[in-house]
Antibody
Framework: EVQLVESGGGLVQPGGSLRLSCVAS????????MNWVRQAPGKGLEWVST????????YYADSVKGRFTISRDNDKNSLYLQMNSLGAEDTAVYYC?????????????WGQGTLVTVSS | DIQMTQSPSTLSASVGDRVTFTCRAS??????LAWYQQKPGKAPKLLIY???RLQSGVPSRFSGSGSGTEFTLTISSLQPDDSATYFC????????FGQGTKVEI
């Protein structure tokens, strides 16, 4: 069974940093691109970042470019999101999601999400 | 950036109704469109991918159609469990989600 479990969310002050983790199981992690998607309270979904299976291709949404860094450790079956210079607009539930077996970006598998709250 | 616009924002219907909602892309995305169902406090669930392909395990009352810039999701006979918010997502160029359609029964 595929499982994605996020952690690392919490309350952080504006301008602060946080590192999210997503631990994967039930599939060959190193074979799939991985993604972060966020959802502000009561709002829609927003794609944040994508990393290829070997980390050689990385994409970011304009809203986080230069502040967030996606990375992965295939030996640890783990995906990360380093978030710096956080602002209130970054308050959201952050989901990790696995790309499809065909390498496309429809997401069958999602984690349960981890809540990041940016507030003083 | 490709913008995705869903309509309506909210839809009220009765059990057994056939309901259709729309997702429009600001430029052609071929058939690179997915539909998700999301219930409060839960992660989204993939319903349809590549515009019209039903994800395994999803009831056949859900169907998707369209290509280019205009897409529809249809529920042929609305069930109480279908009360949720539905999002479209393009993955032709990076990824963008629509703002969602909330279905009330």
């Amino acid at each position: 069974e595929v499982q994605l479990v996020e952690s690392g969310g919490g309350l952080v002050q504006p301008g602060g940093s946080l590192r999210l983790s997503c631990v994967a199981s039930g599939f060959t992690f190193s074979a799939y691109s991985m993604n972060w998607v966020r959802q502000a309270p009561g709002k829609g979904l927003e794609w944040v970042s994508t990393i290829s299976s070997s980390s050689n291709t990385i994409y970011y949404a304009d809203s986080v470019k230069g502040r967030f860094t996606i990375s992965r450790d295939n030996d640890k079956n783990s995906l990360y999101l380093q978030m710096n210079s956080l602002g209130a607009e970054d308050t959201a539930v952050y989901y990790c999601a696995r790309s499809s077996a065909g390498g496309n970006y429809e997401f069958i598998y999602w984690g349960q999400g981890t809540l990041v709250t940016v507030s003083s | 950036d490709i913008q995705m616009t869903q309509s309506p924002s909210t839809l009220s219907a009765s059990v057994g109704d056939r309901v259709t909602f729309t997702c429009r892309a600001s430029q052609s995305i071929s058939s690179w469109l997915a539909w998700y169902q999301q219930k409060p406090g839960k992660a989204p669930k993939l319903l349809i991918y590549k515009a019209s392909r039903l994800q395994s395990g999803v009831p056949s009352r859900f169907s998707g159609s369209g290509s280019g810039t205009e897409f529809t999701l249809t529920i042929s006979s609305l069930q109480p469990d279908d009360s949720a918010t539905y999002f479209c997502q393009q993955y032709n160029t990076y990824l963008t989600f629509g703002q969602g359609t909330k279905v009330e029964i």
